[in-house]
């Protein structure tokens, strides 16, 4: 098809009739390749658009604690030359990194070396990395990203941060090219699809409700969920958001979803806001378990994503035990995702 539309808008050039641009409608009436149907009477169709914008992940506008991990909409079409901006507002920061013909992506644990911009120098052509880097991250704005495709060819671009989150950019010298108010129509039907997908999910999560088994010497032993993972969707909350335990129970913090989480205790210390920052990434002050005091900080450190599902870290890499001996409110944050409002609080009796 997309050959024939080239042949006809060729021919139409040469014939020197208007018209030649697609309109990128494919319903269109077109004669055979060689002779298009093109009238005197005919209106022109509107040129193929040069400049197009994507958007890159959003959140439920009701609830940032599901975020979707999808460019919207996932797949466009552009004439040779055009120029595609993608836009991510956050919270959750994405990526928009085409990696060069032949090189894999990171895993998500060895993404960091491209948290840094690498924009192309030239139009893109596929055969070197051109990089939006990791943004936004923290109160900055939206991240913007601008490329130039310079040649025809489906280029694939991920998020290296969500390895689920894909897109691609077919450039073609005919025009699939869509207007952007239909680029616009099929990102909001796909972000109407993500978000009943991570509704679901988050609703799923928070049925898992309080979970506690009988502990040692006449304890409990509770557990907090950290977010669950969907396709196409994040959800950055605890379940439960508040455990209601007694002095000398436990608690245990899970992570079997495709995210990394911490569970961090302040305790009237300041939480360093960048992820990365080795007081984030490490437990403190040591490893699983720690008992829990009202002052200080405390940290499970990064506790590793169950990704792919099932194939993740054995489950004591992922788990993180606080004996809590005295009473009182115990806030917690996952310090990957405070801006998403991932929180929680241990209320001990
Ligand atoms: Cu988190």
């Known amino acids: 098809m997309r050959h024939a539309r080239t042949a006809a808008a ?23 390749a060689g002779a298009p149907s093109v009238s005197a009477s005919a209106p022109a169709p509107a040129p193929a658009p040069t400049e197009v914008a994507v958007r890159g992940g959003s959140h439920d506008p009701a609830d940032p604690t599901i975020a979707l991990l ?44 491209f948290f840094a911009p690498a924009p192309a120098t030239k139009p893109y052509d596929g055969s070197t990395l051109a990089n939006s880097g990791l943004g936004p991250q923290g109160p900055g704005g939206p991240l913007t990203f601008k490329l130039t495709f310079a040649k025809a060819g489906t280029f694939t671009y991920v998020c290296v941060i969500h390895p689920q989150m894909t897109g691609t950019v077919a450039v073609g010298a005919d025009a699939a090219a869509e207007p952007q108010a239909e680029i616009d129509a099929r990102g909001k039907t796909e972000e109407g699809q993500w978000l009943a997908e991570g509704q679901a999910a988050k609703k799923k999560l928070l049925e898992t409700g309080v979970q506690s088994a009988p502990g040692s010497n006449g304890r409990t032993a509770w557990t907090v969920q950290m977010g669950s993972t969907t396709p196409h969707t994040d959800v950055l909350a605890f379940a439960p958001a508040m455990v209601p335990m007694k002095a000398g129970d436990t ?38 378990p ?41 806030n917690f944050i996952c310090a990957l995702h405070v801006p998403s409002g991932m929180a929680g609080q241990l209320a001990v009796a």
């Open 251 to 288: 608690v245990t913090f899970v992570n079997g979803s495709g995210a990394p989480h911490t569970a961090t205790f302040a305790g009237g210390t300041t939480v360093p806001p960048n992820p990365e920052d080795p007081k984030v990434l490490a437990p403190a002050p040591g490893g699983s």
């Open 10 to 32: 060729l021919s139409a050039l040469l014939l020197g009739l208007t018209g030649c641009a697609d309109s990128g409608d494919d319903n269109d009436a077109e004669g055979p």
């Open 290 to 330: 720690q008992t829990l005091k009202a002052t200080g900080y405390y940290n499970t450190g990064w506790l590793p994503p169950d990704a792919p599902p099932g194939q993740g870290p054995p489950l004591p890499a992922r788990s993180f035990t606080f004996q809590v001996p005295s009473a009182g409110s115990y």
């Open 70 to 113: 999808a460019y919207l909409p996932a797949s466009i079409a552009v004439v040779e030359g055009a120029t595609v901006t993608w836009t991510v507002a956050g919270p959750e920061p994405h990526s928009v990194t085409f990696f060069p013909a032949g090189q894999k992506p990171p895993t998500p644990d060895k993404a960091s070396e």
